[in-house]
């Protein structure tokens, strides 16, 4: 079976940090390509930093030069570390893997950014 367990949301001022954690477990880790998407109020969801088996990255450009994605393969967990945050990342995170077609989801976290 497989999960993945997204933590570290929360409430933060704006210009604040924070430290999402995704951990995967059911699949061969290493082998996927992991992400982070958002979902604000009545808006679609959108990806915010993928990152590759081969350790590529990319990031929305709403985001590049304050967020950056990782992971740690011994640990199996991808982490999205946001920095600068503003109102407009407030959103629910959700950690997202990616192989051949086959996709799974975490059930998401809260981010909310104060003004």
């Known amino acids: 079976q497989v999960q993945l367990v997204e933590s570290g949301g929360g409430l933060v001022q704006a210009g604040g940090s924070l430290r999402l954690s995704c951990a995967a477990s059911g699949i061969i880790f290493s082998l996927y390509t992991m992400g982070w998407y958002r979902q604000a109020p009545g808006k679609q969801r959108e990806l915010v930093a993928a990152?590759?088996?081969?350790?590529?990255?990319n990031y929305a450009d709403s985001v590049k030069g304050r967020f950056t994605i990782s992971r740690d393969i011994a640990k199996n967990t991808v982490f999205l570390q946001m920095n600068s945050l503003k109102p407009e990342d407030t959103a629910v995170y959700s950690c997202?893997?990616?192989?051949?077609?086959?996709?799974?989801w975490g059930q998401g976290t809260q981010v909310t950014v104060s003004s």
């Open positions: 997202n893997a990616e192989r051949w077609g086959s996709f799974y």
């Open positions: 990152i590759t088996s081969g350790r590529s990255t």
